[in-house]
């Protein structure tokens, strides 16, 4: 499949050009910033090509696509990262292949978490997805917990077995003060994540950014940002 890998590689490079340059513009190092590639909707055969182009980090947000596609490319070097609101029914499975969590949004979670990774052999990384968009106490539009909520879910999961609290995620919210205000809502991120490595200095990753606002995340102090329409496309509508 020389034109889809010649696609993929084209359009890594335009991410990674965007990636250094505001990593520039922030005065940043561009390896404070890891990339990780949203593959959902495309196949395993993209997989294997982005690997091919260097990538190590990959995410799903769906156990029924990701599990069979992480199956299929066990032999890659890659870290699987799941970014979805996740029930606990599909935990188990996606214990099986995710090294990281990084929609950890409740205590029930956690323990379903906690549960399945000692029974597999295996330490998960943990990040607590956050909330912009959430009253005091409530859950955001796409998952999430209120920022009032992180010290106690943090807690659980620094003290669960096989869980690793690794720092926060947060997708940039569609409703309330920050809807529209991207670098606002990463900046506020970056003011909870500083909060929490008071307690949990190891708990420094933080996930932010999209295709869309990538730099903004990276303005604002993000370590990791999940692209997936600008490395892979825009997905045709089935049907």
Request: hydrophobic share 45%.
């Amino acid at each position: 499949m020389p034109d889809r890998k010649d696609e993929l590689a084209g359009n890594l490079a335009k991410v990674e050009e965007r990636i250094t340059a505001a990593c520039v513009a922030a005065g940043r190092k561009r390896e404070e910033v890891t990339l990780i590639v949203v593959t959902k909707t495309y196949p395993a055969s993209d997989v294997r090509l982005l690997s091919g182009l260097g990538v190590r980090h990959v995410a799903e947000n769906r156990d029924q696509d990701a599990a069979p596609k992480a199956a299929a490319c066990s032999d890659l070097p890659l870290s699987w990262h799941f970014v979805g609101q996740l029930q606990t029914n599909k935990v188990r499975s996606v214990v099986g292949y995710a090294d990281v969590v990084q929609s950890v949004d409740r205590p029930k979670l956690v323990t379903a978490l906690s549960r399945e990774a000692v029974r597999a052999g295996r330490e998960v990384g943990c990040l607590i997805q956050v909330a912009l968009d959430a009253g005091e106490g409530g859950r955001g539009e796409r998952g999430g917990v209120a920022p009032g909520g992180i010290e106690e879910l943090a807690g659980l999961v620094a003290g669960a077995p096989g869980l690793r609290l690794d720092g926060l995620m947060t997708v940039a919210p569609l409703t309330g003060e920050y809807a529209g205000r991207q670098r606002a809502a990463f900046e506020r991120l970056m003011d909870l994540s500083t909060d929490l490595r008071r307690a949990h200095p190891a708990a420094n990753m933080v996930s932010a950014g999209m295709s869309a606002d990538l730099e903004d995340a990276v303005a604002a102090g993000a370590t990791h940002v999940r692209i997936g329409t600008a490395v892979l496309g825009v997905r045709p509508r089935l049907g």
